[in-house]
């Protein structure tokens, strides 16, 4: 384990890592739902919604992360704005089986904040008080009793009022001291059961079920003691503490009881060490599964006014969604260089890893087709290999399902769009980004192209080669200097072997060996004469590619643009 030294480094470091904003309010519009719609699509969301309770409380079960529920549950509220939906009313949410003993002091749960701005918020209303902050252990919530230093009783969370007897199960669990030297005549205490999970890393094993496997543990009527060994405790509150007694003596205190939990408790007066403390239990190892912070105050109401719902004096972040649930704005369609067309599905803005999310690329129209995507539904979104946005599946799907108008598969194929027509600027722009990347044009990329395009100076793929310096000063932005770079770029081109240029235009691949012979370019006639028959006859060269090799050297288009360049006869 790091001590405090090594890890305070470590924070100092990483505080150098800015985080992305949040999603502003403006991003998330009201649905254009009718009222049928909208009760369509709240009926729906609570019915998924209620299926996720239920397996989690009553279970432990996680049927999705929690990135995906608590996006769920901002949707459902900001639907409610939408369509001035009464809110509905406060009922305690199931929980590990609600029991007849009642908590001597009641447990408040948390409030989580759904951003870095929000937390930001509740620390500057807190600026003077003194703020501490924990890792929030992954596990099931239980209340210890200690009368005259001996444990009397063990309190299931519940519904928080209430819960289940589990004094017998926590008498056989080592974690939890059966005695406490010098204690006061009464000790309340609440805290968490997890499973033991040494160098366990959070960015990279997730919760796995920690839980439920807990939850398991204790609903057993003979715990045994090779799994007893497994159960640890994380205390995060003694409400009864004795009201004058500073934060880091109850600490201590707690530490000689045997609840030392001071590796894992740190003073933090901003967001920048709440950022960074997260961050860093996030992705280095702890003994116990987690799914955020929690941060709170030192100081905090008598105990005799806690009630069983989240307090103001207590907050939590959880750590970076790696999966949410995102709603569909539209479907747009990027057709590539080749022609091939990539369905482009938007989103109403979400947060995953703490980045904002607004675009997702299915790959295929074969996938698009197979998920059936379209405006309204739900979709679950993830993070393929930590970076790449990857929509998994349609998670509720809209009704009725909408109309998406989709290109033509047979407008758009490796020879299309070499002029610049109405329905050919995504194809078009595609093929002049890879003409300059392959031909190493020094300055010149997408903003180039787009500029060229827009100024109506560009209707195909080499009109650019008769631009002097005159007509590029000449176009909106372009000063002097510009012009100059450009033009340079544009002459520099020309220097470019054919091989390469027969590449920028979009010949198929093929091995260097079958364009010479005798260390020499064979020449653009002796490529066009070829047989499909004498291509094959190159390894590496088979009946597909060399029937879009016969294909590129016969279209009209292309001997066109090589006889521009003085490549063909």
Same mark, same amino acid.
């Given at each position: 384990?790091?001590?405090?030294?090594?890890?305070?480094?470590?924070?100092?470091?990483?505080?150098?890592?800015?985080?992305?904003?949040?999603?502003?309010? #403006?991003?998330?519009?009201?649905?254009?739902?009718?009222?049928?719609?909208?009760?369509?699509?709240?009926?729906?969301?609570?019915?998924?919604?209620?299926?996720?309770?239920?397996?989690?409380?009553?279970?432990?079960?996680?049927?999705?992360?929690?990135?995906?529920?608590?996006?769920?549950?901002?949707?459902?509220?900001?639907?409610?704005?939408?369509?001035?939906?009464?809110?509905?009313?406060?009922?305690? =949410?199931?929980?590990?089986?609600?029991?007849?003993?009642?908590?001597?002091?009641?447990?408040?749960?948390?409030?989580?904040?759904?951003?870095?701005?929000?937390?930001?918020?509740?620390?500057?209303?807190?600026?003077?008080?003194?703020?501490?902050?924990?890792? #929030?252990?992954?596990?099931?919530? $239980?209340?210890?009793?200690?009368?005259?230093?001996?444990?009397?009783?063990?309190?299931?969370?519940?519904?928080?009022?209430?819960?289940?007897?589990?004094?017998?199960?926590?008498?056989?669990?080592?974690?939890?001291?059966?005695?406490?030297?010098?204690?006061?005549?009464?000790?309340?205490?609440?805290?968490?059961?997890?499973?033991?999970?040494?160098?366990?890393?959070?960015?990279?094993?997730?919760?796995?079920?920690?839980?439920?496997?807990?939850?398991?543990?204790?609903?057993?009527?003979?715990?045994?003691?090779?799994?007893?060994?497994?159960?640890?405790?994380?205390?995060?509150?003694?409400?009864?503490?004795?009201?004058?007694?500073?934060?880091?003596?109850?600490?201590?205190?707690?530490?000689?009881?045997?609840?030392?939990?001071?590796?894992?408790?740190?003073?933090?007066?901003?967001?920048?060490?709440?950022?960074?403390?997260?961050?860093?239990?996030?992705?280095?190892?702890?003994?116990?599964?987690?799914?955020?912070?929690?941060?709170?105050?030192?100081?905090?109401?008598?105990?005799?006014?806690?009630?069983?719902?989240?307090?103001?004096?207590?907050?939590?972040?959880?750590?970076?969604?790696?999966?949410?649930?995102?709603?569909?704005?539209?479907?747009?369609?990027?057709?590539?260089?080749?022609?091939?067309?990539?369905?482009?599905?938007?989103?109403?803005?979400?947060?995953?890893?703490?980045?904002?999310?607004?675009?997702?690329?299915?790959?295929?129209?074969?996938?698009?087709?197979?998920?059936?995507?379209?405006?309204?539904?739900?979709?679950?979104?993830?993070?393929?290999?930590?970076?790449?946005?990857?929509?998994?599946?349609?998670?509720?799907?809209?009704?009725?399902?909408?109309?998406?108008?989709?290109?033509?598969?047979?407008?758009?194929?490796?020879?299309?769009? +070499?002029?610049?027509?109405?329905?050919?600027?995504?194809?078009?722009?595609?093929?002049?980004?890879? +003409?300059?990347?392959?031909?190493?044009? #020094?300055?010149?990329?997408?903003?180039?192209?787009?500029?060229?395009?827009? =100024?109506?100076?560009?209707?195909?793929?080499?009109?650019?080669?008769?631009?002097?310096?005159?007509?590029?000063?000449?176009?909106?932005? $372009?000063?002097?200097?510009?012009?100059?770079?450009?033009?340079?770029?544009?002459?520099?081109?020309?220097?470019?072997?054919?091989?390469?240029?027969?590449?920028? +235009?979009?010949?198929?691949?093929?091995?260097?060996?079958?364009?010479?012979?005798?260390?020499?370019?064979?020449?653009?006639?002796?490529?066009?004469?070829?047989?499909?028959?004498?291509?094959?006859?190159?390894?590496?060269?088979?009946?597909?590619?060399?029937?879009?090799?016969?294909?590129?050297?016969?279209?009209?288009?292309?001997?066109?643009? +090589?006889?521009?360049?003085?490549?063909?006869?």
């Amino acid at each position: 384990m790091l001590s405090r030294p090594q890890l305070i480094a470590i924070l100092a470091l990483s505080s150098l890592l800015a985080l992305p904003a949040a999603v502003t309010a #403006k991003e998330l519009d009201c649905p254009a739902w009718t009222a049928e719609q909208a009760r369509q699509a709240f009926e729906q969301l609570q019915a998924r919604i209620d299926t996720w309770d239920e397996a989690y409380y009553s279970r432990g079960e996680r049927l999705v992360e929690d990135g995906v529920y608590d996006a769920a549950k901002r949707r459902q509220a900001h639907w409610r704005q939408c369509f001035d939906e009464p809110t509905a009313p406060a009922s305690p =949410s199931p929980h590990e089986a609600d029991g007849p003993l009642a908590h001597p002091i009641p447990q408040t749960g948390l409030e989580k904040a759904d951003s870095r701005q929000a937390l930001a918020a509740w620390l500057t209303a807190r600026q003077h008080q003194a703020l501490w902050i924990q890792p #929030k252990v992954d596990g099931v919530a $239980v209340t210890l009793v200690y009368e005259s230093g001996v444990l009397s009783r063990a309190i299931s969370r519940g519904d928080g009022d209430h819960g289940q007897d589990w004094t017998a199960q926590a008498g056989k669990i080592s974690a939890i001291p059966r005695r406490l030297s010098k204690a006061p005549p009464r000790v309340i205490l609440q805290g968490e059961l997890y499973l033991h999970r040494p160098d366990h890393v959070q960015a990279r094993d997730g919760t796995a079920g920690a839980r439920a496997d807990v939850i398991g543990l204790m609903a057993r009527k003979q715990l045994k003691k090779e799994d007893s060994e497994r159960i640890g405790l994380f205390v995060w509150d003694w409400p009864d503490a004795p009201a004058e007694e500073a934060f880091s003596k109850r600490l201590g205190r707690l530490a000689g009881w045997g609840f030392d939990t001071r590796d894992y408790t740190f003073p933090i007066k901003d967001i920048a060490a709440v950022a960074n403390w997260r961050q860093h239990w996030y992705r280095h190892a702890l003994p116990f599964a987690t799914d955020g912070i929690v941060v709170r105050q030192a100081e905090r109401p008598p105990s005799t006014a806690w009630q069983a719902k989240p307090p103001d004096w207590a907050i939590a972040w959880k750590h970076p969604a790696s999966q949410s649930l995102a709603l569909v704005t539209g479907i747009d369609f990027s057709i590539g260089r080749t022609g091939r067309i990539t369905p482009v599905v938007r989103l109403s803005p979400v947060e995953l890893d703490d980045r904002i999310v607004r675009r997702v690329s299915l790959g295929s129209l074969d996938r698009w087709q197979e998920l059936d995507v379209r405006p309204g539904d739900q979709v679950m979104i993830e993070l393929a290999g930590l970076t790449i946005p990857y929509l998994t599946e349609v998670v509720l799907a809209a009704e009725p399902r909408g109309s998406v108008e989709m290109p033509r598969q047979d407008d758009y194929h490796a020879l299309s769009c +070499l002029e610049l027509i109405e329905s050919c600027h995504q194809q078009f722009l595609a093929r002049l980004i890879w +003409l300059s990347d392959t031909l190493d044009m #020094k300055g010149i990329g997408e903003g180039t192209w787009r500029r060229l395009i827009e =100024s109506s100076q560009l209707n195909t793929l080499l009109d650019w080669l008769t631009f002097d310096q005159d007509t590029l000063r000449a176009l909106p932005g $372009v000063g002097t200097r510009r012009a100059q770079l450009w033009h340079a770029a544009f002459q520099a081109s020309r220097r470019q072997p054919p091989t390469l240029w027969l590449k920028a +235009l979009g010949m198929p691949s093929v091995p260097q060996r079958a364009l010479f012979e005798n260390d020499r370019f064979v020449g653009i006639a002796e490529l066009q004469q070829r047989s499909e028959a004498q291509w094959q006859t190159w390894s590496g060269i088979g009946p597909s590619t060399a029937s879009q090799l016969m294909a590129f050297f016969h279209h009209a288009e292309i001997n066109s643009l +090589l006889e521009r360049l003085a490549l063909a006869p």
